[in-house]
């Protein structure tokens, strides 16, 4: 593979990545509509809460609350690194295991269909795909590895 394919690559990842987060963070908060408008899947943080609950079954739903701030702040955090491209290597290795989590999760809870449906592992792979790149052009990686 050519270096400017690689390079376009490697951003269109981080980016889809990103914004894959930021989405559903922006989702839960209602930022993409009330819950029952088209194409929201939550709406407001309390339907989230009761979805992470069910994702997360096994678990008891004292700490549901809990889970979901947690996942809300990685998503946010690993979202910014993949925009700014700080610590790729070990931020796109981190949302591989964040899917990894929530594919796993949604087995558990719903069967293997939904994360297969979601492209939950496939988001993962390619997470893990991301970690393999030995150069991030446009990041603050690169900016760094210069000074």
Known sequence: ?????????????????AVSFLSAVADRLGLWGLAGTAGVSWGNWENFVIYSNAVNSYLP???????????????????????????????AICSGILLVSFAGSLSISFGV????????????????????VSFYEFSLDEYLSKK
Do not use: N
Not at 115 to 132: E, K, M, Q
């Open 113 to 132: 269909k939904p994360p297969l449906d979601y492209s939950v592992w496939t988001g993962a792979a390619a997470s893990f795909l991301l970690s393999t």
């Open 61 to 91: 739903a004292s700490i549901g609350q809990v889970l979901a701030i947690f996942a809300t702040a990685i998503e946010v955090v690993l979202a910014v690194l993949l925009l700014v491209g700080y610590q790729l290597k070990w931020t």
């Open 1 to 17: 593979m050519d270096s400017r394919t690689l390079t376009f690559a490697q951003l269109f990842l981080r980016l889809a990545l």
